[in-house]
């Protein structure tokens, strides 16, 4: 499975961005797709994530404000950001898991190579 973001840019305080994820490869096993970001000097964390049935699972700092979700016609994953805030500057990047979002053994297999997204 190869996962290939865009969508990243600069925005002002208040703006929306849009970020997509194409899957290609293998992806009938990918039951669960996620966000993540890092920004420099932390930790990468989950943003968001999808799972195989449609349901979205977000971080509690980007709740009411982001919204994932999920085209499988298109083997796309998508991103939808308003109201950014500064602390939303970071690297994002897409993954893929073959297991359910809630499985407790979880691991993301695939990663893409990430998005920059910068908000001022």
């Known amino acids: 499975v190869q996962l290939v973001e865009s969508g990243g840019g600069s925005s002002q305080s208040g703006g929306s961005l849009r970020l997509s994820c194409e899957a290609s490869?293998?992806?009938?096993?990918?039951?669960?797709m996620a966000w993540f970001r890092q920004a420099p000097g932390k930790e990468r964390e989950g943003v968001a994530s999808?799972?195989?049935?449609?349901?979205?699972y977000y971080a509690d700092s980007v709740k009411g404000r982001f919204t994932i979700s999920k085209d499988n016609a298109k083997n796309s994953l998508y991103l939808e950001m308003n109201s950014l805030k500064p602390e939303d500057t970071a690297m994002y990047y897409c993954?893929?898991?073959?297991?359910?979002?809630?499985?407790?053994?979880?691991?993301?297999?695939?990663w893409g190579q990430g998005t920059q997204v910068t908000v001022s």
């Open positions: 999808v799972d195989f049935d449609g349901s979205p």
């Open positions: 490869g293998y992806t009938y096993d990918s039951h669960c």
């Open positions: 993954a893929a898991s073959s297991r359910s979002c809630l499985h407790p053994d979880k691991v993301f297999e695939y």
